[in-house]
């Protein structure tokens, strides 16, 4: 179980690499080599995610609530938000 302050570190660190992978496709970064890497590595994020969803589409369906709010924030998040539903649902 981890705790509220890990789990928003781990947030944290998931969107400044959402960021840089998105940065990767506008000047300057686009033309460098790291501009490369980022956009492959976007292309990942997305499809590891989207995987993920269809995975975990169990759990959120027992937890309730919008499976598109699920939905985007696995897209972001992936196994960070599965983590945060499955806690939610063990403490209610």
């Known amino acids: 179980m981890y705790s509220a302050e890990r789990l928003s570190l781990f947030r944290k660190i998931t969107l400044a690499v959402w960021l840089f992978a998105g940065a990767c496709f506008f000047f300057p970064l686009y033309y460098t080599e790291i501009g490369g890497v980022g956009r492959t ?48 649902a063990a403490g209610a």
Do not use: C, P
């Open 41 to 88: 590595l976007f292309g990942l994020l997305v499809a590891v995610h989207l995987v993920e969803f269809f995975l975990f589409l169990g759990v959120y369906r027992r937890a309730g609530g919008s499976l598109f709010r699920h939905f985007h924030r696995t897209l972001v998040f992936g196994v960070i938000h599965k983590t945060e539903v499955e806690q939610n």
